[in-house]
Each structure stands twice: as C-alpha cells, then as structure tokens.
C-alpha cells in the first residue's frame, strides 16, 4: 500500500517505466538465448522474473487504492 505522501512525480514515474523496458528486454533477450541453448530451467527462471518485474511496473502505474484492515 503506498502512502500518498511517498507517490512519485510524474517525471520519475516516467523514467522508471523508460528503465523498466530496457530491463525487461533484457531478461526477454536472455530467455531466448536460454531457450535456444536448451536451457529450459533457466529460462522458466528467467520468465518468472521478467514477469514480477512487470508485476512491479504494473503496482507502481495502478491508481492509489486505500486499504481498511478492519
């Protein structure tokens, strides 16, 4: 849950998602070469994190939602 004193401006909000793609073509780029290697346990390693990294983006690009514990 992000407090909203702690929601980033939207010039950095931009450059997250602008580092997240580079990084995320990456791990895309070195799940293929795994896969092509043979390397199939690497690459599932490898595409479960490419995934929580779009998990991330996604949590930081949704709308602040308030949360009651009660």
Same mark, same amino acid.
């Given at each position: 849950?992000?407090?909203?004193? +702690? $929601? /980033? =401006?939207?010039?950095?909000?931009? $450059?997250?998602? !602008?580092?997240? *793609?580079? &990084? ?5 780029? +070195?799940? /293929?070469? *795994? ?7 690497? *690459? #599932?390693?490898?595409?479960? /994190?490419?995934? !929580? &990294? ?5 949590? /930081?690009?949704?709308? #602040? =939602? =308030?949360?009651?514990?009660?």
């Amino acid at each position: 849950m992000r407090d909203t004193r +702690h $929601q /980033l =401006q939207p010039e950095r909000t931009t $450059q997250i998602l !602008g580092e997240a *793609a580079i &990084v995320c073509k990456a791990i895309e780029r +070195h799940r /293929l070469t *795994a896969t092509y290697l043979g390397d199939t346990e690497r *690459a #599932h390693e490898l595409g479960a /994190l490419g995934s !929580g &990294v779009s998990e991330l983006i996604l949590a /930081l690009t949704r709308p #602040h =939602q =308030q949360f009651n514990a009660a």
